[in-house]
């Protein structure tokens, strides 16, 4: 793994988290850019889901009169909503735990623009993934002010968990379809926001497909169609990002990860949902960055790629 990813487990080694839902004991006005709560016009850190992040609230708005009055709210709001590894680790881990808990289906949830604006957000709605809840839509400057707020401070990362999100969009998935079962080797197109590209991508592809695996970007598929792909994907492979969030698809299967890694960034973060399913993981670092530290382009060790394809298939077959 990357130094980054290395460097943020060592961190972390040690920590204990704490899981529960909370309820505000006094009205408070959420902060529609990163959801930390304000009481009277004073904010209240170490509110939102990742306290870390707490930088920079509209200070100043929150105390006029707010936009919007609700009388409840379940605060869904996370500073990185738009990513779809964040909407599923981060925002659908709260809807389980609300659910857990049995609030009443008639409390709303409360989301920021930037969340509720992507499609597999959107998408989720349509699924059914809130059970019936309203979600009221925060602007992205737009004080709400909430008399009975529930805040969902969820584990990050629990089989268990996400098994359920999984299960929520289970009946979306057919296991009758005639859908693929190849493995599948995920690709980002040239214009993905992030970079990260492989620069020999085309042999790539050539050498995946040879050994079985279907090519295709998930970014040009619904939420939908990513579901019932990666449920009989028995080997999943491709760069760290957010495609692998899709193994969730496979939990309770035999699945195989194969994680390619920039040397300049990453995260432990799919080898430890990996981890959690009892997966068989296998990464490795990529080659000659090009480019800013984040959104650098690599090569990939083709010899490398074709033994760990070799392996995988051999285990997961096994």
Not at 6 to 32: F, H, I, Q
Not at 63 to 70: D, E, H, N
Not at 215 to 227: G, I, N, R, S, Y
Not at 258 to 287: D, N, Q, V, W
Request: neutral net charge.
């Amino acid at each position: 793994m990357p130094e980054q990813a290395r460097a943020w487990a060592e961190e972390r080694k040690g920590a204990t988290e704490r899981e529960g839902l909370y309820k505000a004991l006094a009205p408070c006005s959420v902060d529609p850019k990163i959801g930390v709560l304000f009481h009277q016009g004073r904010v209240i850190w170490k509110t939102s889901d990742l306290p870390e992040r707490e930088r920079s609230p509209l200070f100043f708005a929150h105390r006029k009169s707010p936009a919007r009055q609700l009388p409840e709210a379940i605060v869904l709001h996370h500073v990185f909503g738009d990513n779809y590894f964040h909407f599923f680790m981060f925002i659908m881990n709260k809807v389980w735990l609300v659910e857990q808990f049995g609030l009443p289906r008639s409390i709303p949830f409360l989301v920021n623009a930037t969340s509720a604006n992507t499609p597999f957000f959107r998408q989720a709605q349509e699924l059914g993934a809130f059970f019936g809840r309203d979600v009221v839509v925060q602007g992205r400057r737009e004080i709400v002010k909430v008399d009975q707020a529930y805040l969902a401070l969820p584990f990050f990362c629990n089989a268990d968990t996400m098994t359920w999100i999984a299960g929520v969009f289970r009946d979306e998935i057919d296991e009758t379809s005639e859908q693929s079962d190849r493995p599948v080797f995920t690709i980002r197109s040239s214009t993905a926001p992030n970079g990260r590209l492989f620069r020999n991508q085309d042999e790539v592809s050539r050498l995946a497909e040879k050994a079985g695996f279907e090519v295709l970007d998930p970014a040009t598929m619904t939420l939908k169609e990513q579901a019932n792909r990666f449920a009989k994907a028995p080997i999943i492979a491709g760069a760290h990002g957010a495609a692998l969030t899709n193994m969730i698809f496979r939990a309770g299967k035999p699945t195989g990860l194969i994680e390619l890694f920039s040397p300049s960034m990453g995260s432990p973060h799919y080898a430890m949902m990996a981890r959690e399913f009892g997966f068989c993981y296998r990464s490795t670092l990529t080659k000659n960055p090009e480019g800013r530290m984040f959104t650098a382009s690599t090569e990939v060790d083709l010899v490398e790629l074709e033994k760990m394809f070799d392996d995988m298939l051999a285990q997961v077959q096994t």
